[in-house]
């Protein structure tokens, strides 16, 4: 499938009234995989909601349990500590493979399965890691994929994110909304966009920003990144254009003066080519 192809299915799956958050992910998995059947995926999620043995009919604490000692337990399932950048592990089809993942395929993985078997299970975005919530009764109760589906107290979460991101964090309530499935996928995407930086795979960075550039075209980092990526895969004419569309619709950027001069500097390089 060409590039195109692929961005214009993701644009599809992002812009449907409901979102397949499943069909999301493995989209997003097509940056590693172009060739990725998702069907075959999905229906491996299905195969998972048919054996884990919670009915549609069931609910509650029990339900919850039980799915969690299914995935975690007998699927074993598990957050990849030791090979935490390994761009497969931000891929649900290999994760369904390997059993294999970060914070948030884990999730996206629990919440997908708990949809096909009824338990709604939300997404909780909070700061440097990713877990999952289910309201039983008036409780909503706090998963943590990564760390084998476990119930997390408040505590605990707090000690989470103190680790993930290198200071202490007072959680407040709002901190476990339950975060919208585009945000996921913004979420799933910028982190993609880290490993690949870090590997210097700028083909694959640049197919990660086309594609946040399609849920929000309106955040600047997008548009300075988009040229960032181009100059380094030696796209200068592109590149410039970009940043000069970012330095002209935000002037006022903090960064906009160091840019410039990155501008001035790739227009120089230009001109010593002509």
């Known amino acids: 499938m060409s590039l195109d192809g692929a961005l214009r299915d993701f644009r599809d799956l992002l812009r449907a009234p409901e979102i397949d958050l499943g069909g999301a992910a493995l989209a997003v998995a097509r940056i590693e ?4 059947s998702i069907e075959s995926s999905l229906a491996a999620l299905d195969d998972l909601a048919a054996r884990s043995g919670v009915t549609k009919t069931g609910g509650g604490r029990p339900a919850l349990d039980r799915l969690r000692e299914f995935l975690f337990g007998e699927e074993g399932f598990r957050g990849n500590a030791d090979d935490y950048y390994d761009p497969c592990n931000s891929c649900l089809n290999d994760v369904l493979e390997r059993r294999l993942g970060i914070p948030i395929t ?31 009764g008036d409780e909503l109760l706090v998963l943590d994929p990564f760390g084998g589906g476990r119930v ?15 200071r202490a964090v007072k959680l407040t309530d709002a901190h476990f909304a339950p975060t919208p499935k585009p945000q996921i996928v913004v979420r799933m995407l910028r982190n993609l966009e880290t490993i690949y930086a870090r590997r210097e795979d700028w083909a694959k960075a640049l197919a990660v920003i086309d594609r946040l550039l399609v849920i929000d075209s309106g955040v600047p980092a997008h548009l300075r990144d988009r040229g960032t990526v181009l100059v380094k895969l030696g796209d200068l004419h592109h590149g410039a254009s970009e940043w000069e569309r970012y330095l002209t619709q935000y002037p006022q950027a ?20 002509n």
Not at 254 to 273: G, I, N, S, Y
């Open 33 to 36: 995989h172009p060739e990725l």
């Open 106 to 136: 884990l999730s996206v993985l629990a919440m997908e399965v708990g949809r096909r078997v009824g338990l709604e299970i939300v997404g909780i975005g909070l700061p440097g890691h990713f877990c999952v919530g289910s309201r039983v």
């Open 152 to 166: 997390l107290e408040r505590a605990e979460a707090e000690a989470i994110v103190a680790r993930a991101v290198g």
């Open 254 to 273: 903090r960064d906009a003066a160091a840019f410039k001069e990155e501008l001035r500097r790739v227009r120089q390089t230009l001109a010593e080519r």
